[in-house]
């Protein structure tokens, strides 16, 4: 009906609607004007036989319902995520994987004939991907580096962000500067925790084991943390938490056994949530840029899509240091 209502054939008329360049801009005027006067809706299961592409991608977080609708980073990926896709014209699917049932339910949905490519995010070293993808044939782009991912990721400089802050933290006459690190079998928690060392290291501090707790990002492994340095270590007068949530935590901690931040003790944490503003006192933290990890994902994914058979891309975002008032002055 639209080709007869454009006096167009049928494969000129398909071809508009399919996006191909490769028909003069009159005769797309044309169609589309004809699309617009019948309502025309195309069939996507019969456009996706036609080009091959179903416009949807996949985001697997391999995370708990309760870190993902709980933790700020998520949502922060996720709307640059979203943005991008919109953005493209791109449909966005979102799945969570904390188990094999829930892997089993995924694996029989990511094939081509659903979506187009699949994000990844939070992966854990510890953890096989959920599904076979490179089987799949199906463009893949991780969130974060993963020991056991050599293809295309997107991240921040977690190294960089630790060691400024934990500078920053013996700038301000610290001596004896804790760490409550994100997971080790995380990339992220690892380069934290390197980040940490460096610059223990750099201000002339001695490396200390009693000084180091492993959290998983939340604001209760926070709590949890800063109670065992309190026990291990009550002198300590500084802390870089590897999340704003532990960070949060620990500041709770340190409240209950009467030490103050920051006049006895400094605390930084990472991520430059907006709870971080608000915090008492508000917290100085390492801003990671959420919304552009997510869109660099989405973008990156997008590109791949299109070349078919990609070299891997590998993009580092730089993050920032935010001094606030938890660590504003130097012990007295």
Avoid: K
């Amino acid at each position: 009906m639209v080709a007869a209502l454009a006096g167009v054939g049928r494969g000129t008329a398909s071809r508009v609607i399919n996006g191909s360049p490769q028909v003069s801009e009159r005769t797309r005027e044309v169609v589309m004007q004809a699309v617009q006067e019948l309502g025309y809706v195309p069939n996507q299961a019969a456009r996706t036989l036609v080009t091959r592409r179903t416009d949807t991608v996949a985001l697997v977080i391999a995370e708990s319902e309760e870190r993902i609708f709980g933790e700020p980073f998520f949502a922060g990926v996720v709307r640059g995520i979203s943005s991008a896709l919109n953005e493209a014209s791109r449909q966005l699917v979102l799945s969570l994987v904390h188990d094999t049932d829930q892997a089993a339910r995924l694996g029989g949905y990511l094939t081509r004939q659903h979506v187009d490519g699949v994000l990844l995010l939070s992966l854990h070293d510890d953890e096989a991907f959920p599904v076979d993808l490179d089987a799949r044939g199906l463009p893949v782009v991780v969130g974060g580096r993963a020991a056991q991912w050599g293809g295309s990721f997107v991240d921040v400089d977690n190294v960089d962000g630790a060691r400024e802050a934990v500078a920053h933290l013996a700038d301000t006459g610290r001596r004896t500067i804790a760490t409550i690190s994100g997971p080790r079998a995380m990339a992220s928690g690892r380069d934290r925790l390197d980040g940490y060392t460096a610059a223990i290291r750099a201000a002339g501090l001695a490396y200390d084991e009693q000084l180091v707790v492993e959290g998983d990002f939340s604001e209760q492994s926070g709590w949890a943390g800063m109670e065992e340095l309190l026990a291990r270590r009550p002198d300590i007068d500084g802390v870089f938490a590897a999340s704003d949530l532990m960070a949060m935590g620990a500041m709770r901690s340190l409240r209950s056994h009467g030490r103050r931040v920051p006049q006895d003790v400094g605390v930084i944490g990472f991520d430059g949530t907006t709870a971080a503003e608000t915090s008492d006192p508000p917290l100085s933290t390492v801003r990671q840029p959420l919304i552009e990890l997510g869109r660099g994902m989405a973008e990156m994914l997008l590109r791949h899509v299109d070349a078919g058979d990609p070299a891997p891309e590998r993009l580092v975002l730089p993050v920032e240091l935010i001094v606030r008032a938890s660590t504003s002055r130097a012990p007295e």
